[in-house]
């Protein structure tokens, strides 16, 4: 499996949403919605509002990717990733991510 990197480190191409929508997969779009309804605590998302092919790429993009400050952060210094700011691993908005999820620091860093 390849890597599709998100501006704040994720790995796109790992995300089961991300499969669920590139696959037109319904089955594992709802199963993800379900198990992120737990696992975030939010019981009003859909297995639309996930629909995702990832930050930077083209086509759907789940509910968040509009508000995300980290994507738009991003955006705003025309960078495609956190990689490129020198902040990045000072950076109190990307450091959530980094602590919820090591890996995308590394995904980062490579």
């Known amino acids: 499996m390849g890597k599709i990197i998100a501006c704040c480190g994720l790995n796109c191409e790992a995300c089961d ?5 590139v ?5 594992l779009l709802i199963e993800t919605t379900e198990k992120w ?10 297995p639309e509002m996930i629909k995702c092919t990832g930050c930077r790429e ?3 993009k ?7 400050e980290i994507k738009k952060c991003v955006q705003s210094k ?3 990733t956190c990689a490129e700011c020198e902040m990045m691993e000072k ?3 990307v450091g959530k991510i980094h ?5 995308t620091l590394e995904n980062l860093k490579s």
């Open 17 to 21: 949403a991300r499969i669920a929508t």
């Open 23 to 27: 696959s037109n997969n319904i089955e």
């Open 37 to 46: 309804k737990v696992h975030y605590k939010v019981a009003d998302i859909s």
């Open 58 to 60: 083209e086509g759907a």
């Open 62 to 68: 789940m509910i968040h990717c509009s508000k995300c």
């Open 78 to 80: 025309h960078y495609q």
């Open 91 to 93: 950076c109190e908005m």
């Open 99 to 103: 602590k919820y999820d090591p890996g």
